[in-house]
């Protein structure tokens, strides 16, 4: 089914439903059948009451009124069938969707050039579990990789698809794996996120030859990305297949996640979990813990013990109840 099927529905000549495309601050473009209208948002929209810094994402199926010739006011957000948030890690502490309504993210790191810390990994993939947010990973730029990285690589690989995730090494400069890619993203709408410098909206050029997404070197003096993609923004890449492009994210703040259900969100420690003596083992002090012996054993690896070690632990994160 189009995820524009049901837009085009005028209720009257003033009056119509769309889908966000681009939200630039307090501007959001929705497009409604072949067209689209600029808006602004009509009185205040909340999330679970929560602050955040843009109650609305792209992918939001949203009612507006056309209130001149050019611009529009968004009246009605429609629930949402899911939805990705991140709590920013500044001192603001705001929330923000990364996208709503979405079939799956793409999650594309590096190992270098930038480097991705895994627990930054960990932490979006706890997130798309609590928001039932099918994810697949994407390690790029394979091809700067010298044969000390190649040992890591396979290591990443081991810990991932142990948790039961699918990996893809790609080079987006060489073309490596890109029709894997294309058949992930076939017919879908995919939120491709990730750290800032690791190929996002290069990914997204190459896949569709014509589009010229700004793209920009990394510093190479702080092997970092510069941030260049400023907003989200949905892209049609071909016939029934979306992507969002997405600007860099540096840190992955949970929010709304209880600690007590961090356990059921780590895939491989929720499986391990089901041995450990107790119902309620928290996998950080108890006797008999089967995760805390697969650990020591080396079948868990120690950065995913230790990325669930940290959040369970992390001061930043008391506001949760559990
Ligand atoms: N060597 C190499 N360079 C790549 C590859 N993919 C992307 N790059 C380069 O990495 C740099 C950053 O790419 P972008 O596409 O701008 O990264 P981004 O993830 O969109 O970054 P933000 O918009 O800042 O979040 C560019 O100079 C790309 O040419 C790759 O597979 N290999
Ligand atoms: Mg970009
Ligand atoms: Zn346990």
């Known amino acids: 089914m189009s995820i524009f099927a049901i837009t085009k529905e005028k209720l009257s000549d003033s009056v119509g439903k769309g889908i966000v495309i681009k939200t630039t601050g307090s501007w959001h473009t929705v497009k409604s059948g ?24 792209v ?11 050019l611009y529009g ?34 999650l594309m790191f590096t190992l270098d050039y930038p480097e991705t810390p895994l627990e930054f990994v960990d932490r979006f993939l706890l997130s798309a579990e609590a928001y039932h947010i099918e994810c697949v990973l994407l390690i790029n730029k394979i091809d700067l990789y010298q044969e000390h990285l190649q040992y890591r690589l396979q290591e990443v690989h081991d810990i991932y698809e142990y948790a039961g995730y699918k990996v ?17 993203l076939t017919n879908k709408l995919t939120l491709i996120s990730g750290n ?11 896949l569709c030859p014509g589009l010229h997404l700004k793209t920009n070197d990394i510093s190479w003096y702080h092997l970092s990305g510069k ?12 016939d029934q297949t979306f992507v969002i492009d ?38 950080i002090h108890e006797p008999n813990c089967a ?3 697969a650990y020591q054993k080396g079948i868990l690896h120690e950065s995913r013990y230790r990325s669930y070690f940290n959040i369970f632990n992390d001061k930043d994160e008391k506001y949760r109840t559990g």
């Open 246 to 283: 997405s600007p860099g994210i540096k840190g992955f703040g949970l929010t709304d996640i209880n600690r007590n259900e961090i356990g059921l969100y780590f895939t491989d420690i929720f499986k391990l979990s089901k041995n450990c003596q107790f119902n309620n083992c928290t996998h």
């Open 34 to 57: 072949k067209e689209q209208i600029n808006c602004r948002l009509k009185g205040t929209f909340r999330t679970r009451g929560m602050k955040n810094t843009n109650p609305i994402a």
């Open 168 to 184: 893809i090494d790609i080079s987006v400069e060489t073309g490596l794996n890109m029709t894997r890619v294309d058949d992930i």
């Open 291 to 293: 995760v805390i012996e």
């Open 59 to 69: 992918g939001d199926q949203v009612d507006f009124e056309i209130t001149d010739n």
């Open 196 to 206: 800032s410098g690791v190929g996002k909206s290069s990914l997204i050029n190459r």
């Open 73 to 106: 006011a968004i009246t009605k957000i429609h629930d949402r069938r899911n939805y990705i948030i991140r709590k920013a890690i500044n001192l603001s502490k705001e929330v923000q969707i990364l996208a709503a309504n979405i079939d799956q993210a793409v």
């Open 227 to 238: 941030h260049t993609t400023t907003y989200p923004e949905m892209i049609e890449i071909k």
